[in-house]
């Protein structure tokens, strides 16, 4: 099985910064995709940013302001979080697109999600 483990969040006031992790273990042979999402309370949940070896995305709302990056000896994917506002008051949570060792087709994972608060 894949597990994902999330770090980093917290509570902050707005324009500070905080540094989300996310670490995948189990018999990965590769992960395609990663990325952050985020569910405010009483809303859906939404993309933030995502990551390919060749391309990264990001919502309108983060863009110049969060910076997503992965390190694939460790299977973990950062978010970096700049000028943060209270409307990035969220559950944030990491997903990524797993091969497993032995298959050929790719699974999504979930991590547990972070609370991350900004205060105005």
């Known amino acids: 099985q894949v597990q994902l483990v999330e770090s980093g969040g917290g509570l902050v006031q707005a324009g500070g910064s905080l540094r989300l992790s996310c670490a995948a273990s189990g018999s990965i042979s590769s992960i395609p995709a990663m990325g952050w999402y985020r569910q405010a309370p009483g809303k859906q949940r939404e993309l933030v940013t995502t990551?390919?070896?060749?391309?990264?995305y990001y919502a309108d709302s983060v863009k110049g302001r969060f910076t997503i990056s992965r390190d694939n000896a460790k299977n973990t994917v950062y978010l970096q979080m700049n000028s943060l506002k209270p409307e990035d008051t969220a559950v944030y949570y990491c997903?990524?697109?797993?091969?497993?060792?032995?298959?050929?087709?790719?699974?999504?994972?979930w991590g547990q999600g972070t609370q991350v608060t900004v205060s105005s």
């Open positions: 990551i390919t070896s060749s391309s990264t």
């Open positions: 997903n990524m697109r797993v091969v497993r060792w032995l298959f050929t087709t790719s699974n999504d994972y």
